[in-house]
Nanobody, 124 residues
Framework: QVQLVESGGGLAQAGGSLRLSCATSGYTLPNTVGWFRQAPGKEREFVAAIRRTRETTFYTDSVKGRFTIHRDNAKNTVYLQMSSLKPEDTAVYYC??????????????????WGQGTQVTVAS
């Protein structure tokens, strides 16, 4: 039914920028869309999320002030603008969505749909 496709990953220098996209295939954009990332040998962690209602946003502390999430409902796309990149940001980034409202946007178990992931590599 709902498919999410990430794009925009690649190689960046420390201090540089990248913009990731998460597009819905075959359905409308989920009410809540989140970004998660996973580095080799590490647990998958929450990065950011955005709700349709008032476009409320949420960020993990390590990316506040550097990353910005926004959505374009008409294009069924969510973006993650990543600036001031650090080598620690290197990971596979996944977008996820849910049409159900949950109080905790950071809990990956609350998301029903997941993309395939896109690699982000930040050189030191």
């Amino acid at each position: 039914q709902v498919q999410l496709v990430e794009s925009g990953g690649g190689l960046a220098q420390a201090g540089g920028s990248l913009r990731l996209s998460c597009a819905t295939s075959g359905y409308t954009l989920p009410n809540t869309v989140g970004w998660f990332r996973q580095a080799p040998g590490k647990e998958r962690e929450f990065v950011a999320a955005i709700r349709r209602t008032r476009e409320t946003t949420f960020y993990t502390d390590s990316v506040k002030g550097r990353f910005t999430i926004h959505r374009d409902n008409a294009k069924n796309t969510v973006y993650l603008q990543m600036s001031s990149l650090k080598p620690e940001d290197t990971a596979v980034y996944y977008c996820a969505g849910t049409f159900v409202y949950y109080g905790q946007t950071s809990a990956q178990g609350n998301y029903d749909y997941w993309g395939q992931g896109t690699q982000v590599t930040v050189a030191s």
